[in-house]
Nanobody, 119 residues
Framework: QVQLVESGGGLVQAGGSLRLSCAAS????????MGWYRQAPGNQRELVAA???????NYADSVKGRFTISRDNAKNTVYLQMYSLKPEDTAVYSC?????????????WGQGTQVTVSS
């Protein structure tokens, strides 16, 4: 069993910044890709940013230049640094990870953390 626990969400004014963290724990052999997704009320969940084990990244067009994804493989943790936040960034942010465990390869999700950007 693998658990992903997010932290760092909250309320911030437009133009502000937040840093999200997501730590994985449990019976982990190896963590492959990790990512951050978000879902706003009435919208579908969308990919915000993703990072491979080797550090290659990709971003949604809407966050390029404002958000940075990174990871610490020794700590099984992925981060999302968010700058110049906009009200339209308001959403529940969830992390996911593709993990090899004793049971094989699976994708796991965190419980989500609320990010609210006020105008």
């Amino acid at each position: 069993q693998v658990q992903l626990v997010e932290s760092g969400g909250g309320l911030v004014q437009a133009g502000g910044s937040l840093r999200l963290s997501c730590a994985a724990s449990g019976s982990i052999f190896s963590i492959h890709g990790m990512g951050w997704y978000r879902q706003a009320p009435g919208n579908q969940r969308e990919l915000v940013a993703a990072i491979t084990r080797g550090g290659s990244t990709n971003y949604a067009d809407s966050v390029k230049g404002r958000f940075t994804i990174s990871r610490d493989n020794a700590k099984n943790t992925v981060y999302l640094q968010m700058y110049s936040l906009k009200p339209e960034d308001t959403a529940v942010y969830s992390c996911n990870a593709v993990v090899t465990t004793p049971r094989g390869l699976n994708t796991y999700w965190g419980q989500g953390t609320q990010v609210t950007v006020s105008s």
